[in-house]
């Protein structure tokens, strides 16, 4: 049985070169992959591994795969799901960050569909990935459905060295990622500042504003509040990754497309629902009109 992995960026990388000890993983992109990946780890130690990787438009798939684990951003996932040939059953598992491609392909794809929130600290070297720092990753269906087999994977992946969880709340899991990811992205993207940057000002204010629209709204959409309340949880996650460029700095600032639409599109469609102030949303949103 294999782990199909579609999708070779960070995340992609680190789970083909964590499981390829363990069990057969086939890594399919749209460009060619060298065979030797490197993966450093937290500690420091580099290890080069074979890893067989494809081009996801050509590849001969395996008969029996396990999952599909789709590592694309969120706006590219569907179309590189239809670029491969899958029996319809083949379990998927999205690890997409936001609220969108997740509900569209729980409803779309005939078999299991689980999705994925992690916080694996990674990033992509030329011949390889970093793995920048330990995570944990929760799994589940948001249906509440396939426990089973979110059980299962979530065993293979913590045997791999990525602690996982299988979770009956992967739904307020993925929201909360979401708001973090809200207050956080677009802020560092526009100021082209690291996360522990936000701290100071003019930041701080920036990051409480957004707080104020943001908690309404989810209250509105039924996500609890974390435990700790939003703000601490948003200000934890600043003053743990205070030396990141996030997710979005990065896209930015190499002229890529953001995944604004993934993060702030549920945030502003469910406030115009509830008829919720959203100005400081928008302006986040346009504000990164130069990249798409
Ligand atoms: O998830 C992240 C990202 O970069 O997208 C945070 C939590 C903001 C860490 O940088």
Same mark, same amino acid.
């Given at each position: 049985?294999?782990? *199909?992995i579609?999708?070779?960026?960070?995340?992609g990388? +680190?789970?083909? +070169?964590?499981?390829?000890?363990?069990?057969p993983?086939k890594?399919?992109?749209?460009?060619?992959?060298?065979?030797?990946?490197?993966l450093?780890t937290?500690?420091?130690?580099?290890?080069?591994?074979e890893?067989d990787?494809?081009?996801?438009?050509?590849a001969a798939?395996?008969?029996?795969?396990t999952?599909?684990?789709?590592t694309?951003k969120s706006?590219?996932?569907? !179309?590189?799901?239809?670029?491969l040939?899958?029996?319809?059953?083949?379990?998927l598992?999205?690890?997409?960050?936001?609220y969108?491609?997740?509900?569209?392909?729980h409803?779309?794809?005939? &078999?299991?569909?689980?999705?994925?929130?992690?916080?694996e600290? !990674?990033?992509?070297?030329e011949?390889?990935?970093?793995?920048?720092?330990?995570g944990h990753?929760?799994?589940?269906s948001?249906?509440?459905?396939?426990?089973?087999?979110?059980?299962?994977l979530?065993e293979?992946l913590?045997?791999?060295?990525?602690?996982?969880?299988?979770?009956a709340?992967?739904?307020?899991?993925l929201?909360?990622?979401?708001?973090?990811?809200?207050?956080?992205?677009p802020?560092?993207?526009?100021?082209?500042?690291r996360? &522990?940057?936000?701290?100071?000002?003019?930041?701080?204010?920036?990051?409480?504003?957004?707080?104020?629209?943001?908690?309404?709204?989810?209250?509105?959409?039924?996500?609890? !509040?974390?435990?700790? &309340?939003?703000?601490?949880l948003?200000?934890?996650v600043?003053?743990?990754?205070?030396?990141?460029? !996030?997710?979005?700095?990065?896209?930015?600032?190499a002229?890529?497309p953001?995944?604004?639409?993934a993060?702030?599109?549920?945030?502003?469609?469910?406030?115009?629902?509830h008829?919720?102030?959203?100005?400081? *949303? +928008?302006?986040?949103?346009? &504000?990164?009109?130069r990249?798409?």
């Open positions: 049985m294999t782990q *199909l579609l999708g070779p960026g960070a995340l990388r +680190l789970l083909a +070169l964590r499981l390829a000890p363990l069990e993983v890594l399919l992109g749209r460009r060619p992959l060298s065979a030797r990946l490197a450093t937290p500690e420091g130690e580099t290890l080069y591994r890893i990787s494809a081009l996801s438009g050509e798939l395996p008969e029996d795969v999952a599909l684990h789709l694309t706006m590219s996932a569907e !179309a590189a799901l239809a670029s040939v899958l029996p319809p059953q083949t379990p598992v999205l690890w997409q960050n936001g969108e491609v997740q509900p569209r392909l409803d779309a794809w005939p &078999g299991p569909v689980l999705c994925a929130s992690t916080s600290g !990674a990033y992509v070297v011949d390889g990935v970093v793995h920048a720092g330990h990753t929760w799994l589940g948001l249906d509440g459905k396939h426990a089973a087999l979110a059980t299962a979530a293979r913590s045997r791999a060295g990525l602690p996982a969880t299988a979770v709340d992967i739904r307020q899991r929201w909360h990622k979401l708001a973090v990811n809200a207050a956080i992205n802020l560092v993207a526009r100021f082209g500042i996360n &522990g940057q936000l701290r100071d000002r003019p930041f701080r204010p920036m990051v409480e504003a957004m707080l104020n629209e943001l908690a309404p709204i989810l209250a509105a959409e039924g996500i609890p !509040a974390p435990e700790p &309340g939003w703000a601490a948003v200000w934890g600043i003053e743990g990754t205070a030396t990141n460029r !996030a997710s979005m700095l990065q896209d930015a600032s002229g890529r953001t995944e604004r639409d993060i702030l599109g549920p945030l502003l469609e469910a406030a115009r629902r008829g919720l102030p959203h100005d400081g *949303l +928008l302006a986040a949103y346009r &504000g990164l009109d990249y798409h």
